[in-house]
């Protein structure tokens, strides 16, 4: 691709105006200087393009070269991304440098020989979906299809063998398919169609299988100040979601985090198809101290993995902490160009931006005729914990499940923190659907009664502070008492914990069973005589160390703690 | 190193604030640095903010007191601004931009280093692994601090942070590995800086410690340069010569503000409290400069101060301060009140990344446990007290008794220290077993009864039944 040749003109860190690029369109792909710094044409007036740079401009000046390449902001796509780290533009880390210092890398990937397997043959019909054969590698099977925009009639396929990424496997006539493709991040992938549905997104995480579920191909928002939780709770759902892939989007946070992260997946078993966890898990981290605007592009690239993974008939979760450091981002850059700033300084397309960021979720009917998913799940990080500022209050628009942390539970170390009270979940009613057809009808009748027993527990809570607990009737003692149980036996699930970190739908059933059990023998017990007091003095440890103390899935160990918690309380009578 | 070829121009057209703004320049690029010389003969040193055609905006770091349209030169170097770097900067004192203010001669290094730094490889990373230890008991034994770490403290005016501060400083220390420390003061007042100074006297005779002090009546934007230059000579001693460096920076508020005054004589749009919309990302810059590199011996852990402005947590300093580090220590008025130091309010502290560097092989084997212990046992002391005001401690429960006696020990023997006091890990530890035996044992779940038949020896109070 040769460019046409502009020269720079102005520079204020990330912003920079060139003159000449004649002919670059919006969102062009445009390089800066002698270092060629990526960089996308944002605003085009008269002769001037304004353009955004994706690293640190220190050094350029004006009369500088910009060279504009003729196509938008584009991630190459292939065998590799999984178990791979990347920057938001999709550029491998692994191998890169220990400082990132701007400019071309070298792309070590480029000559790495792929095994590749044809399946389809010369003289096959091809469009856009159609399988052309696989690639031995790390993780899931990896599928080569034919590309959007390609159809027609395989001219050739390659025989098996090694190939380079940039190798062509087939032709159809005059497009040579390669095993990989490149695709602009910020345009959604085609597929057939959306279909509704749904499936369950089990994550392994209590309060949220039980009170708050998501569904495949839903979007779901965690919001939370500092050191609620957030990343905590993406990481263990990145870890024990029985999603076929993840795509774990670090945008502007913690580089400590993100080595730990990647140490931990490469240690973790993956319990559904083996291997490790890595392999089913493409990392992009631009944390927040590389380039600002690479952050705001890799929520986009993080989408655009997802989707192509998705094309194979796979269905995946975006995990994306920090949205609001991409909105930041957009803001920063919106104000650079002087745009007219609306609330709080975003831009005024933030609601639209990220309408359209949550809107790239689905389940969908792929090209190839596959039913596939892509679930997002983005953190926000409200300015000063205020959940009505911009980011938070639109978020909360255009997702289905909000899972807000309260900064209290967190205070109180009750992780994960997900309040009760600020929480949703619009897919909860087609989940108990799912739920009913698939033999486990107690779900629903589950989770009514503990989201019933947690507002009663709350209200009396605030009426006891006034009144005295000892002035509430023995009856209302017990909600109380189970309130405290619920929490502490069910809801809160330690990450650090090696048996409780993740927790199997059926040893949820036995958790909350036994909670449920023991509340309604309570209630019992005091109608026939037993005095409140004495109830609220018995030793619930048992119950209470059941979820730590026994494996994930052990469903027998939380009977026997059930059981032998009930004889201690018949002995009352 | 030969001296990068300088470009000169002096064409002023305006004075705003700290900027001054050059026309007919060529060549100069953005974020280069620039060398100021005043009519007087005064030189000054200035940053490029940005580069129009021909016109250039400067940032001057010593103000612009004395600069008019005309007599000022100024000569470009070329790139961004570089210190040397290396170890001829242990055992000395200088000002917030270098400069020797101990007499000495200027500092000269083993190579030059951009101050603005590159961004780490994230996967060039290692996980923070073992503790720094600091001698406060508070700090080692609840909130440890972990090399590679970013742990602020949070505080208010008028609370002891600063003298918190340089004790860290003065007592710090990574067992046997050799360990540095770089303290950078900004915005201190004069007695302030003595008093750091002659705390930490010891420790740069010792040639462990660089000072870098900007003080208040320093030019205040100098302060953005500040922590870059500590960074900078922290990460080169860490990384290339393998030291364990502690940086501490108090206090960044300062530092947050000079960032807001140059934003705002830049007519950028003001965000939350005027601070600019990039601070999180500006502050960040900064914070996460320190960590552990796969593969090299050093580490860079940084502790910067920050007072919150009306006591206030998420003023945006704090508040983005939080969403950056690895926790964060906080600091209580009321413990200051009464008389105990250091007030570390132990509930509102948390050290991310304690389990990565305490417990076993690390530090001791019971320590985690013994931590959480602890800290549970003050929660569950608080609600003790709070019902204590309502109903009086006579109404109490005997356990509720007990715990309210535990949390004054607490308080008396284990939290208050001397400000000279360097307590070591087993000292610590043995003084938390000391305290949490003031508990009956059935209050202590999380702890396992190896810990306890071997540690744990109650405390009986006088008309208590055990
Ligand atoms: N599920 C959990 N299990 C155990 N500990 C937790 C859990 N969630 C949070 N924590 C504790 O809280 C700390 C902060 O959690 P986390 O890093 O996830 O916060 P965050 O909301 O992402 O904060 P920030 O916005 O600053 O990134 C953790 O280091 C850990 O000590
Ligand atoms: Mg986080």
């Known amino acids: 691709m040769t460019g046409r040749l502009g020269r720079i003109r102005r520079v204020s860190g990330p912003l920079v105006e060139a003159t000449g690029l004649d002919g670059v369109t919006m969102a062009d792909l445009v390089e800066l200087g002698p270092a060629r710094l990526p960089a996308e044409a944002v605003a085009i007036r008269d002769e001037v393009v304004t353009l955004q740079a994706y690293e640190y401009t220190g050094g350029l000046r004006p009369g500088d070269v910009a060279i ?506 | 190193m030969t001296p990068p070829t300088q470009l000169e121009f002096c064409d002023v057209r305006q004075v705003v604030g700290p900027l001054v703004v050059l026309k007919r320049v060529e060549g100069v690029g953005w974020d280069e640095f620039a060398q100021v010389r005043l009519p007087s003969g005064e030189t000054r040193q200035g940053l490029v903010l940005e580069v129009d055609e021909d016109t250039a905006v400067v940032q001057i770091l010593q103000g612009t007191q004395g600069i008019g349209l005309s007599g000022v030169r100024l000569a470009f170097e070329g790139r961004p601004l570089h210190i040397p770097v290396g170890e001829g900067w242990l055992g000395r004192v200088c000002d917030g931009l270098g400069q020797p203010r101990d007499g000495g001669p200027p500092v000269f290094g083993e190579t030059l280093r951009p101050v603005a730094g590159a961004p780490m490889n994230p996967v060039a990373r290692a996980t923070p692994s073992e503790p720094v230890l600091t001698g406060v008991s508070a700090i080692d034994a609840l909130t440890t601090l972990v090399r590679g770490q970013k742990l602020p403290i949070f505080s208010v005016a008028g609370l002891p942070h600063l003298e918190l501060a340089t004790q860290i400083a003065a007592q710090a220390h990574a067992g046997d590995e050799p360990f540095k420390v770089v303290f950078a003061g900004m915005g201190l007042s004069h007695p302030d800086a003595a008093a750091v100074r002659d705390v930490l006297e010891e420790r740069a005779a010792a040639g462990e410690l660089t000072l870098f002090l900007n003080t208040a009546d320093d030019p205040v934007i100098e302060r953005v340069l500040t922590p870059r230059l500590a960074l900078t000579v922290a990460e080169y001693l860490a990384f290339v010569r393998g030291q364990h460096v502690l940086v501490v920076v108090a206090d960044m508020t300062s530092y947050a503000e000079a960032v807001r005054e140059v934003s705002a004589a830049r007519g950028e749009v003001p965000g939350r409290r005027a601070y600019p919309g990039y601070l999180y990302s500006d502050l960040a810059s900064l914070y996460e400069r320190c960590g552990r590199i796969a593969g090299r011996p050093g580490s860079v852990t940084l502790v910067p101060v920050l007072t919150m402005p009306g006591g206030d947590i998420t003023h945006p300093v704090p508040d983005l301060t939080g969403y950056i580090t690895e926790g964060q220590i906080v600091l209580s008025r009321s413990l200051h009140e009464r008389g105990i130091f250091p007030p570390v309010d132990v509930l509102g502290s948390l050290s991310r990344l304690m389990r990565k560097g305490a417990g076993p092989g690390r530090t001791r084997p019971e320590h985690v446990d013994l931590a959480a212990q602890l800290v549970a046992a003050l929660a569950r002391s608080g609600q003790a007290a709070d019902l204590a005001e309502l109903v009086g401690a006579a109404a109490l429960t005997e356990t509720d008794r007990r715990y309210l006696g535990f949390a004054k020990v607490f308080e008396g023997t284990f939290l208050r220290q001397r400000i000279d006091e360097a307590r070591t890990l087993d000292q610590t530890l043995d003084l938390a077993w000391q305290v949490i035996s003031m508990l009956p044992r059935r209050e202590l779940a999380m702890l396992d009864h190896e810990a306890l038949d071997s540690h744990y020896r109650e405390v009986v109070p006088d008309g208590a039944s055990p």
């Open chain 1, 68 to 573: 504009s390449r003729g196509e938008p902001l584009s991630a190459g796509l292939g065998p590799g991304l999984l178990g791979g780290v990347f920057d938001g533009l999709l550029r491998s880390l692994v191998g890169a440098p220990e400082y990132l210092f701007p400019g071309r890398r070298e792309e070590p990937a480029a000559t790495t020989l792929w095994h590749f397997v044809p399946e389809a043959k010369e003289g096959d019909e091809a469009w856009p979906g159609v399988r052309i054969g696989t690639v031995d590698g790390v993780g899931l099977e990896h599928r080569v299809l034919v590309p959007p925009g390609v159809a027609g009639r395989l001219d050739w396929v390659a025989d098996e063998g090694p190939h380079t990424l940039a190798e062509p496997v087939a032709r159809v006539g005059e497009a040579a398919i390669a095993l990989q493709t490149r695709w602009p991040i910020r345009r959604p992938r085609p597929v057939l169609e959306r279909l509704n549905g749904g499936v369950p997104l089990f994550t392994g995480q209590r309060v949220l299988d039980l009170l708050y579920p998501v569904a495949q191909g839903s979007a779901a928002a965690v919001p939370g100040g500092f050191g609620t939780g957030k990343t905590m709770l993406l990481q263990q759902i990145a870890k024990w979601s029985d999603a076929d892939a993840i795509v774990y989007v670090g945008c502007g946070e913690r580089g400590n985090e993100l080595a730990d992260t990647l140490q931990e997946l490469r240690e973790l078993d993956d319990p559904r198809r083996g291997g490790r966890l890595a392999d089913r898990t493409v990392i992009i981290a631009n944390t927040s101290n590389m380039p600002m605007m690479a952050r705001e592009a890799s929520i986009y690239s993080g989408l655009t993995v997802a989707e192509y993974l998705r094309d194979m008939g796979y269905h995946t979760v975006v995990i994306a902490d920090s949205t609001s450091r991409w909105a930041e981002a957009r803001r920063e850059f919106a104000s650079r160009t002087r745009q007219l700033p609306a609330e709080e300084g975003y831009p005024a397309d933030l609601p639209s931006s990220l309408a359209a960021f949550y809107e790239r979720a689905g389940r969908f009917r792929t090209l190839s005729g596959a039913e596939a998913s892509v679930t997002v799940i983005g953190a926000v990080s409200p300015a000063g914990g205020d959940m009505t500022e911009p980011v938070t209050a639109h978020t909360q628009r255009f997702v289905r499940c909000l899972w807000t942390l309260d900064r209290d539970l967190a205070y109180a170390r009750h992780y994960p923190s997900v309040s009760w009270r600020g929480s949703y979940s619009r897919d909860a009613a087609v989940i108990a659907g799912w739920y009913t057809g698939r033999g486990d009808p107690e779900w629903v009748r589950r989770r009514a009664r503990v989201l019933a027993l947690l507002a009663e527990a709350d209200r009396l809570a605030e009426l006891a502070e006034l009144v005295g607990v000892s002035a509430l009737p023995s009856q209302e003692r017990m909600v109380l008492l189970v309130g405290q149980l619920i929490r502490r036996a069910v809801l809160q699930q330690s990450a650090t914990s090696a048996n409780d970190a993740t927790c199997a739908m059926p040893k949820q059933a036995a958790l909350v069973d036994a909670v449920l059990t023991v509340h309604d023998r309570s209630v019992q017990l005091v109608s026939d005589g037993v005095s409140a007091t004495a109830m609220e003095k018995v030793d619930f440890t048992p119950l209470l160390r059941a979820r730590e103390d026994s494996g994930s899935s052990d469903v027998d160990a939380v009977i026997r703690r059930r059981e032998e918690l009930l004889g201690v309380l018949d002995g009352l009578t």
